[in-house]
């Protein structure tokens, strides 16, 4: 899955393209050796923000056979590109179902892209210098990977790119630096999701890869991770990473305690082969990525081990690893914390590659064999930590005490949640005694309402904020209050119905409950559009109320003639007096106007509407007509269902 940069052939075969975007999580993993030393501050990201990091935003395109990711610096990290993610989080990866953090005790995480497609791209870039007397350094990182997979060629395909810049000298380092996709590639380890998408999703659970900078002593470094969506703007994908907290010159496992009986010893990850050697290179002694010695071996000893890098991937080569039993290990509990009404809070410290947890008790506690694992007591508790290296050696121990407080977050409502300001009702919030209350309403401050009880008087979400003796602030439970005023009526305009012929009536859609009185000739009165049926005309109330029992009184009369009329002035004055300053038809009896057009004497439109309301005024284009006799034209649709047509003259007065 990974590819040198930029080195992609258009004319590699392809059977599936793919997107993705990028979650970077950088650990706290630290290797047990005895030439181990921090890397920079917030490599990791463990401060929990962007401190020390550059983020970028840009577009991806092919170009050629190329695939071309151009990225310019944003301010900082962009809403929905550079995201952080703590390490609080339980959640799972949608199409993977792995977790977004790590499984390696990283506390934080920052996700690149999104799930837009767009031809998106986005960067994050960290600068550092190796120490003057480091000759052997290096770092290891954590990817997971998740590719929708479409048909695209190979350079149109979405990518998660780590460039690794020798800034002193200005060159790459080809042999850290890296391309990664999901096919054309010799990587193992890729699933189909079971997902439910249109386009197939592949996904690679977490792995490691390690980047090895010896021999750059005295350089400044930068490592960028860039992540792009499909060239065709299309398709989503996404990756995770998480880089070591400690960077080293020697092997995860090559420093151990005198009393281990086990010495695991880890070579780089992210190569397909491994072969191990004693001091000579003449006796190999194991094939795989980790080298168990049992019993320990003699302090001093000195082992290799021969890398075959996957194709494209790396380069080959021979490391040495000198094995010290001068490990020393230090548990760390972290500091006493408060937990309010059992809210998770998180103990421990990050953890360090190669050391064993385990916590007792474990009631509380999500898992009691991680270095960080989240607390939930009901009641004050005190976690001992034992740590010790993986070969069971350098047992040490800490402690400490998570205090349990509870504060009452009920809430008691006195009166209506809802209800009808005329109708002499009431709220009224109360909440448990505490050393501090503040009431909120809809997320503001309510000036001066600091006491248990609250009477409302405007609609809105209501709570309070509590405090107690020991430092706990907790929202009680939220309190939607609806406090309603009735409409004032109104009179509908008056509707003509053929006599005996069915005609809708329609009420405004203000209320919940409606009813029509008197009911007679509706079919029924507690509708909003009754049908009325009758030779009579009648005049209508309509009783319309709200959820919160408001009462609106509205009038409909309903006049019923014997048939369908339509009547057109002979002469109208758009002169803006207020009388007579439109042409249009009357109409009584039609349900549907399809159209009234007026035309000069020469044939030309002057106006043409499917309206009854407003009719012409009389101007054309903005430019008032002169007095002239106009000829018009009528088509409707009647209650009785029949299509009229009517055609007449009107005389425009000046």
């Known amino acids: 899955m990974l590819q040198l940069k930029k080195t992609i052939s258009g004319s590699t075969p392809l059977t599936i393209a793919l997107y993705f975007f990028v979650f970077i999580l950088i650990s706290s993993s630290v290797p047990s050796s005895l030439s181990a030393q921090s890397c920079p501050p917030n490599i990791d990201f463990e401060t929990g923000n962007f401190n020390g990091w550059t983020c970028y935003t840009g577009i991806t395109s092919a170009v050629g056979d190329q695939n071309q990711i151009s990225l310019g610096s944003s301010s900082g990290p962009v809403y929905n590109r550079h995201t952080m993610y703590s390490g609080n989080t339980r959640e799972l990866d949608p199409f993977g179902n792995f977790p977004v953090l790590c ?13 837009q497609g767009g031809g998106q791209a986005e960067g994050i870039s960290y600068e550092f210098t190796i120490p003057d007397n480091a000759n052997s350094y290096s770092l290891i990182y954590h990817y997971a990977v998740v590719f929708q997979a479409p048909n695209h060629r190979v350079n149109e395909q979405p990518r998660m790119e780590i460039e690794i810049t020798n800034v002193t000298d200005n060159s790459v380092i080809n042999c850290a630096s890296f391309t990664f996709i999901a096919v054309g590639t010799s990587l193992p380890g890729f699933k189909v999701s079971n997902s439910t998408d249109t386009t197939a999703v592949l996904y690679k659970d977490w792995s490691a890869v390690t980047v090895d900078l010896s021999g750059n002593a005295g350089k400044t470094i930068r490592m960028m991770y860039k992540t792009a969506d499909c060239t065709f703007r299309r398709h989503f994908g996404y990756a995770y990473i998480d880089v070591d907290s400690e960077c080293s010159g020697s092997f995860l496992g090559a420093t ?7 010495v695991n010893v880890t070579a780089p990850f992210g190569y397909e082969g491994y072969t191990w050697f004693d001091s000579s290179l003449n006796n190999v002694i194991g094939t795989k990525q980790v080298l168990t010695l049992t019993p320990a071996p003699r302090s001093g000893t000195t082992i290799a081990v021969k ?7 790396g380069c080959p080569k021979t490391l040495y690893a000198r094995l010290l039993d001068t490990l020393l290990i230090n548990a760390a509990a972290g500091v006493d914390v408060l937990s309010c009404n059992a809210i998770p809070v998180n103990i421990g410290t990050s953890a360090k590659n190669g050391w064993k947890y385990t916590w007792t008790p474990d009631v509380g506690l999500n898992n009691a064999h991680i270095s960080n694992p989240i607390a939930m007591p009901v009641v004050t508790t005190s976690y001992v930590v034992q740590t010790n290296n993986a070969g069971g050696g350098c047992k040490t121990y800490d402690t400490v005490i998570v205090k349990a407080s509870a504060i009452d977050t009920s809430m008691l409502l006195t009166g ?23 009431w909120f309403k809809n997320g503001f401050i309510v000036n001066g309402a600091k006491q248990p009880t609250l009477k409302v008087n405007s609609s809105g979400l209501y709570y309070a904020l509590l405090s107690n003796i020991d430092g706990c602030n907790i929202n009680s439970v939220k309190q939607p209050i609806v406090i309603d005023k009735a409409r004032p009526g109104i009179t509908y305009p008056v509707i003509y119905a053929i006599i005996n012929t069915p005609l809708e009536l329609s009420a405004r859609p203000i209320g919940e409950r409606i009813v029509w009185k008197p009911g007679t000739n509706l079919n029924n009165i507690n509708s909003f559009n009754p049908v009325f049926t009758g030779a009579i005309e009648r005049l209508y109330t309509i009783d319309i109320k709200t959820v919160t029992e408001c009462l609106t009184v509205d009038t409909q009369m309903v006049k019923t003639i014997s048939g369908v009329e339509i009547y057109v002035p002979t002469a109208f004055t758009p002169n803006n007096d207020g009388k007579n300053d439109y042409l249009r038809p009357i109409l ?14 020469w044939g030309n439109a002057l106006y043409a509407h499917s309206k009854e309301q407003p009719g012409w005024n009389g101007m054309l284009n903005g430019t008032p007509q002169q007095t002239q006799t106009v000829v018009w034209m009528f088509e409707g649709v009647g209650l009785d269902n029949t299509v009229y047509t009517r055609k007449g003259s009107t005389l425009l007065l000046r």
């Open 256 to 262: 151990y305690c005198p009393d281990d009986t086990i």
């Open 416 to 438: 209506k949640a809802s209800y009808c300001i005329n109708n002499n009702d009431s709220a009224i919030l109360k909440v448990k005694p505490a050393i501090s209350i503040q």
């Open 103 to 115: 499984p390696n005790g990283s506390g934080h995480s920052i996700k690149l892209g999104n799930s």
């Open 588 to 601: 009584r009896g039609i349900k549907e106007l399809r159209y009234f057009r007026v035309f000069n004497r």
């Open 307 to 313: 890398l075959a890098p996957y194709l494209g991937f």
